[in-house]
């Protein structure tokens, strides 16, 4: 109970910060850090329990204070406890939001079936689309096609994108990655930004850095393609994520935590806006699936995974008819079997 209570009041916290930090006593969360002090005395069945009981009220702590974010350390927590605690707590807020979810569905009697899209899309906040609409993106030459192999990857993108959970898609070539992401940016009227990722890859490049002036000795500093995305609220796309540098991934954890703010350096940051989305793509190849991510990625386990198939003769032929209207009588011969 100890344990449901504090990750019930997490989550408020995560959620509405600035409500909860004035209206809420936190000063038992405090407490509650001292008395958890000596967890890796508890018993084994137990440890776990305490572990996150601990790991939780730090977290509080943290927001309250608006302390940096090395307050596990601070709190005696080690890194590779409080990155299980982290991993354990993204289940958490998954199994919560799916029960959210759940709330949702009207099915009538007596019929199992359940629209997972139209779930999805009302689970979509359109409120959230302010100022967005003013970055609305074209519309593409040839509409978007939900075909039957890409459907069950729309459902479950179109509900990250609701949680504002960072997307991971991943596929092979020609899968859809980018015009599954193109149509969810339109449908909420969003700018996406697509940055390519390679080793030469540079951190500053995304985060921004200080620049000359026409005047001499002087500097002025400007924001990274990242930094421009968070602040307006942009949806921002690393294409082939995999191959970036180690450090340049590492950039995005606090993203991938689902941090509020941003550290820019010097002791600042900016705070991330409501609209902003993060997206990943990764190529795979077009034959193993099983294995396509292990050891590609830094922080796998905090992006939420979105597996693209190749599409098959049947959906080449629904996406010929859906660009080509015109073509319908002899799109089946167009494609090769």
């Known amino acids: 109970l100890f344990l449901d209570a504090t990750q019930v009041s997490y989550r408020f916290l995560e959620l509405e910060p600035r409500v909860f ?5 936190w000063s038992c969360f405090l407490d509650l850090v001292n008395g958890t002090t000596d967890y890796r005395l508890v018993d084994d069945s137990l440890h ?108 479950v993108a179109l509900m990250a994108v609701s949680q504002r959970w960072p997307v991971l898609l991943y596929g092979p070539v ?13 449908n909420r009227g969003n700018r996406v930004l697509f940055i390519h990722m390679d080793e030469q890859m540079d951190g500053r ?60 350096g010097h002791a600042e940051a900016v705070e991330v806006a409501d609209g902003f989305r993060l997206f990943a793509t990764v190529t795979t190849s077009k034959h193993d699936f099983s294995h396509a991510l292990e050891g590609r990625l830094t922080y796998s386990g905090l992006w939420r995974k979105v597996m693209l198939g190749e599409p098959n003769r049947e959906d080449m032929v629904n996406i010929v008819n859906g660009c080509y209207p015109s073509l319908d009588t002899i799109s089946s011969k167009l494609i090769g079997r």
């Open 21 to 25: 930090c004035e209206q809420w006593d």
């Open 48 to 155: 776990s329990v305490v572990l996150d009981l601990r790991w939780c009220a730090i977290q509080i702590l943290v927001v309250v204070f608006k302390a940096s974010d090395m307050g596990n350390a601070s709190f005696g927590l080690g890194a590779d406890d409080a990155f299980t605690c982290l991993l354990r707590w993204k289940e958490f807020c998954t199994d919560t939001s799916l029960e959210k979810a759940s709330l949702y569905l009207q099915t009538e009697e007596g019929n199992s079936n359940i629209d997972l899209t139209s779930l999805a899309d009302t689970l979509l906040d359109w409120s959230e689309v302010t100022t967005g609409k003013e970055y609305n993106i074209g519309c593409n030459i040839c509409p978007f096609v939900l075909t039957a192999t890409m459907r069950k990857s729309h459902e």
């Open 174 to 186: 020609g899968a859809g990655k980018t015009a599954l992401i193109n149509e969810l940016a339109q």
């Open 205 to 264: 490049t995304l985060v921004g850095s200080y620049v000359c002036t026409e005047k001499p000795g002087e500097f002025k500093w400007a924001p990274g393609s990242l930094t421009q995305a968070i602040v307006k609220g942009f949806w921002i796309v690393f294409e082939d994520i995999d191959k970036a540098p180690t450090d340049v991934q590492s950039i995005l954890l606090p993203l991938l935590e689902g941090s509020s703010s941003f550290s820019i």
